[in-house]
């Protein structure tokens, strides 16, 4: 039995829908990762299952129960905002203990769970600290603490790290990851605007996008298999670009003519009927690799980012060219303003008709 399951539930605010047929299933000890663009839903869902948003259609179930219409405090999730709201004339050991205090626990087993937190957190050191002298990332980790102490069903994480700075937020990012190993058996559902947060700590990855849910899977299976054009470019960094072209061979690889000229060829098989077909190739920034023979771009570099480790390269726009960008390795030199000629492996190049992965269709 799923930890938690939603089935076609929606949210609308009046004759506005915000958000329509969401099916998911959510097992015990998984991190789910909540992404998609600014307005698509990702805290709103959150708050559904948290019981701060109404659900205006569909159910949504902890265990097996229905819990559309149980109140917030009843349905065993705990939360952390993006703000840590920690009472600022409370220590760090009264913030922690003050919900458990609430619903008059003994003080025996309030002291223990406590102290079971803090030392998940690695905050005994700051107990008898108030919030003011703690660091922003020991302050989450407070508010993360509170939540820990409830014993919680699920947990729920509204962009927690959004309001640190970035070398904080790596650091705390690191500590969350700690934290799910050392609860193997929670069950955590995260929302975020960052990439690197999501690929890097989820279990699952839910893409959110036009009121629905645009793909679920894995880090690596929506970076590497994307369903359709709208995760390839939302997941990764840069985006992957796409290529317009024409289907001209077909069998267990596909050879596309593109629109700029050059030619593709990709793993993906396709059919005889498929010959002719308009499609859109997409390749990874970072599959891109010099080439001096059958290129799928030659282009003029109008941009370059010398980063060390990688270089970015801009391509002019041109016919057939929007915003291509390559990420080549390490350094590479005087190539601004020059004619270069780029391309990636078949098993790199996917293939998508009227939006939707070719790849689906194939396998």
């Given at each position: 039995?799923s930890?938690?399951?939603?089935?076609?539930?929606?949210?609308?605010?009046?004759?506005?829908?915000?958000?329509?047929?969401?099916?998911?299933?959510?097992?015990?000890?998984?991190?789910?990762?909540?992404?998609?663009?600014?307005?698509?839903?990702?805290?709103?869902?959150?708050?559904?299952?948290?019981?701060?948003?109404?659900?205006?259609?569909?159910?949504?179930?902890?265990?097996?129960?229905?819990?559309?219409?149980?109140?917030?405090?009843?349905?065993?999730?705990?939360?952390?905002?993006?703000?840590?709201?920690?009472?600022?004339?409370?220590?760090?050991?009264?913030?922690?203990?003050?919900?458990?205090?609430?619903?008059?626990?003994?003080?025996?087993?309030?002291?223990?769970?406590?102290?079971?937190?803090?030392?998940?957190?690695?905050?005994?050191?700051?107990?008898?600290?108030?919030?003011?002298?703690?660091?922003?990332?020991?302050?989450?980790?407070?508010?993360?603490?509170?939540?820990?102490?409830?014993?919680?069903?699920?947990?729920?994480?509204?962009?927690?790290?959004?309001?640190?700075?970035?070398?904080?937020?790596?650091?705390?990012?690191?500590?969350?990851?700690?934290l799910?190993?050392?609860?193997?058996?929670?069950?955590?559902?995260?929302?975020?605007?960052?990439?690197?947060?999501?690929?890097?700590?989820?279990?699952?990855?839910?893409?959110?996008?036009?009121?629905?849910i645009?793909?679920?899977?894995?880090?690596?299976?929506?970076?590497?298999?994307?369903?359709?054009?709208?995760?390839?470019?939302?997941?990764?960094?840069?985006?992957?670009?796409?290529?317009p072209?024409?289907?001209?061979?077909?069998?267990?690889?596909?050879?596309?003519?593109?629109?700029?000229?050059?030619?593709?060829?990709?793993?993906?098989?396709?059919?005889?009927?498929?010959?002719?077909?308009?499609?859109?190739?997409?390749?990874?920034?970072e599959?891109?690799?010099?080439?001096?023979?059958?290129?799928?771009?030659?282009?003029?570099?109008?941009?370059?980012?010398?980063?060390?480790?990688?270089?970015?390269?801009?391509?002019?726009?041109?016919?057939?060219?929007?915003?291509?960008?390559?990420?080549?390795?390490?350094?590479q030199?005087?190539?601004?303003g020059?004619?270069?000629?780029?391309?990636?492996?078949?098993?790199?190049?996917?293939?998508?008709?009227?939006?939707?992965s070719?790849r689906?269709?194939?396998a």
């Amino acid at each position: 039995m799923s930890e938690l399951k939603l089935t076609d539930v929606a949210k609308s605010y009046g004759p506005i829908d915000v958000l329509k047929h969401i099916d998911l299933d959510i097992d015990q000890g998984e991190l789910i990762v909540f992404v998609g663009p600014s307005g698509c839903g990702k805290s709103t869902l959150l708050r559904m299952i948290a019981g701060l948003e109404k659900i205006t259609g569909g159910t949504l179930e902890i265990e097996g129960q229905v819990m559309n219409d149980v109140p917030p405090a009843q349905r065993g999730i705990a939360m952390v905002f993006q703000s840590y709201a920690l009472y600022p004339h409370m220590t760090v050991r009264e913030n922690m203990a003050f919900a458990l205090k609430i619903a008059k626990m003994p003080a025996s087993e309030i002291d223990a769970s406590v102290e079971r937190a803090a030392q998940i957190l690695q905050l005994e050191p700051f107990l008898d600290r108030l919030p003011k002298a703690l660091s922003g990332g020991q302050r989450q980790r407070v508010a993360i603490g509170r939540a820990i102490v409830r014993d919680p069903k699920v947990y729920l994480f509204d962009e927690p790290l959004s309001n640190l700075d970035a070398a904080l937020r790596v650091a705390t990012r690191i500590e969350i990851a700690r934290l799910k190993e050392a609860m193997p058996d929670s069950t955590m559902i995260y929302v975020t605007h960052d990439q690197v947060e999501a690929m890097t700590l989820a279990s699952r990855i839910v893409v959110l996008a036009n009121k629905g849910i645009a793909q679920v899977g894995t880090p690596l299976e929506l970076y590497e298999t994307p369903d359709n054009e709208f995760v390839a470019q939302f997941i990764g960094s840069p985006s992957m670009n796409l290529l317009p072209g024409r289907i001209t061979g077909t069998g267990a690889t596909t050879t596309i003519a593109l629109a700029s000229g050059g030619t593709a060829v990709s793993s993906i098989p396709t059919e005889a009927s498929d010959e002719g077909r308009e499609v859109n190739i997409g390749v990874r920034p970072e599959d891109f690799v010099l080439t001096e023979d059958s290129p799928i771009l030659t282009g003029t570099v109008d941009f370059t980012e010398a980063l060390g480790e990688v270089t970015l390269l801009y391509f002019e726009k041109s016919e057939g060219v929007e915003s291509v960008i390559a990420k080549l390795p390490g350094v590479q030199r005087n190539l601004r303003g020059q004619s270069v000629s780029v391309t990636a492996a078949p098993e790199k190049v996917h293939l998508f008709h009227n939006g939707v992965s070719m790849r689906r269709h194939s396998a």
